[in-house]
T-cell receptor, first 114, second 111 residues
Framework: DAGVIQSPRHEVTEMGQEVTLRCKPI?????LFWYRQTMMRGLELLIY????????DSGMPEDRFSAKMPNASFSTLKIQPSEPRDSAVYFC????????????FGSGTRLTVV | LAKTTQPISMDSYEGQEVNITCSHN???????ITWYQQFPSQGPRFIIQ???TKVTNEVASLFIPADRKSSTLSLPRVSLSDTAVYYC????????????FGKGTSLLVTP
């Protein structure tokens, strides 16, 4: 298995532009998580899906952020419009039947908004 | 959701045993304790999980006292490559919620 695949690895964009981050979870995993990591706040949960349905999006910072999971093998995290304070590393993770089985993380997308 | 407290940072020399303790005073009956390791420029990776007593694998040992209000991750004879951030998480896989990793414990191993 190739693991959790995220794209792009790096993204540099100008303030106000739309940014779309992509994630392909491990085949067979039924839970998918989006996290954001910064020095100030550490690794924060943004949203998670179970069986493609959003379960908890209370960590999504504001309406500029949205996430979708149209099928079991693909998810997107969109920021529109982007702001410099959105600069961070965004991780996607997947797991099977919840946290007791452990999360597998992707390599992350480093987003820089200038 | 059980809150965890762990040291922000620790330093060690190569070859020493490192113990990182995590406090989780309000752990629930169904909660498991899981530790992750994160190297720079990588996502966290699962290293060990336990419910009570002691669990050991090829990477680490996890000690959990009878009251389960704390846990200790033990790394035997650390090497420079063990320099990483270690996260302690507590939760129940069947409860329908996911976990915040927070800032973890930054371990620096030096020669």
């Amino acid at each position: 298995d190739a693991g959790v695949i995220q794209s792009p690895r790096h993204e540099v964009t100008e303030m106000g532009q739309e940014v779309t981050l992509r994630c392909k979870p491990i085949s067979g995993h039924n839970s998918l998580f989006w996290y954001r990591q910064t020095m100030m706040r550490g690794l924060e949960l943004l949203i998670y899906f179970n069986n493609n349905v959003p379960i908890d999006d209370s960590g999504m910072p504001e309406d500029r952020f949205s996430a979708k999971m149209p099928n079991a093998s693909f998810s997107t995290l969109k920021i529109q419009p982007s702001e410099p304070r959105d600069s961070a590393v965004y991780f996607c993770a997947s797991s099977f039947q919840g946290i007791n089985y452990g999360y597998t993380f992707g390599s992350g997308t480093r987003l820089t908004v200038v | 959701l059980a809150k965890t407290t762990q040291p922000i940072s620790m330093d060690s020399y190569e070859g020493q045993e490192v113990n990182i303790t995590c406090s989780h005073n309000n752990i629930a009956t169904n909660d498991y304790i899981t530790w992750y390791q994160q190297f720079p420029s990588q996502g966290p990776r699962f290293i060990i999980q336990g419910y009570k007593t002691k669990v050991t694998n090829e990477v680490a040992s996890l000690f959990i006292p009878a009251d389960r209000k704390s846990s200790t991750l033990s790394l035997p004879r650390v090497s420079l490559s063990d320099t990483a951030v270690y996260y302690c998480l507590v939760g129940d896989g069947n409860s329908g919620y996911a976990l915040n990793f927070g800032k973890g414990t930054s371990l620096l191993v030096t020669p």
